[in-house]
């Protein structure tokens, strides 16, 4: 299952609100997850089936979508959000990954 | 607190075998799931490797079945990759991590394989 996120990069300010966008290349219904990855660090789960958020994780992030198309939402960005987020599917192995989105600071 | 440390990277000859542990604390190892996932310079996480509970099952990426096997010992909480006719494709940095509930929740730090002659 090929794994497309969208946009493979972003410039964004602190206080705006973000979406990156994953599409799988066939239905997983809700099997999606969302890491942050921050430079020199493993990924940090973030979202899990589609839409649970991990415990610890800020309630600015949120996860909807099912299907084929899925979308990670940061409501107010804050500083140590401005990192690399990765889709993953785990509704079959091999599970796969996007490319992750890249999200700057503008 | 749940640990994972991964070790046993290095720089090895194309051709050459290296295994990979990951020492794992804070959780009843025996019971969960557990992958490996890698990441090449500048490219997409990718997962290689699952091994159930009690070893019952294991499962492979397609380019590195055969190569790779994946074994854990619970008696001493710690999971493995033996990695044989390793490619300098299999540059990457190597994560071990816990695989319940259709997620991978925790993660180590990572250890580096460099496959260069």
């Known amino acids: 299952i090929q794994m497309t996120q969208s946009p493979s990069s972003l410039s964004s300010s602190e206080g705006d609100r973000v979406t990156i966008t994953c599409r799988a290349s066939?239905?997983?219904?809700?099997?999606l997850n969302w890491y942050q990855q921050k430079p020199g660090s493993a990924p940090k789960l973030l979202i899990y089936?589609?839409?649970y958020l991990q415990t610890g994780v800020p309630s600015r992030f949120s996860g909807s979508g099912s299907g084929t198309d899925f979308t990670l939402t940061i409501s107010s960005l804050q500083p140590e959000d401005f990192a690399i987020y990765h889709c993953?599917?785990?509704?079959?192995?091999?599970?796969?990954f996007g490319q992750g989105t890249r999200l700057e600071i503008k | 607190e749940v640990q994972l440390l991964e070790s046993g990277g290095g720089l090895v000859q194309p051709g050459g075998s290296l295994r990979l542990s990951c020492a794992a604390s804070?959780?009843?190892?025996?019971?969960?799931?557990m992958s490996w996932v890698r990441q090449a310079p500048g490219k997409r996480l990718e997962w290689l490797s699952s091994?159930?509970?009690?070893?019952?099952?294991?499962y492979y990426e397609g380019s590195v079945k055969g190569r790779f096997t994946i074994f854990r010992d619970d008696s001493k909480s710690t999971l493995h990759l033996q990695m044989n006719s390793l490619r300098p494709d299999d540059t990457a940095v190597y994560y071990c991590?816990?695989?319940?509930?259709?997620?991978?929740?925790?993660w180590g730090q990572g250890t580096l394989v460099t496959v260069s002659s």
């Open positions: 993953q599917q785990s509704y079959t192995t091999p599970y796969t």
């Open positions: 804070g959780f009843t190892f025996s019971t969960y799931a």
């Open positions: 091994i159930t509970e009690s070893a019952t099952n294991t």
């Open positions: 066939q239905s997983i219904s809700t099997f």
């Open positions: 089936g589609a839409s």
């Open positions: 991590a816990t695989d319940r509930d259709w997620r991978l929740e925790h």
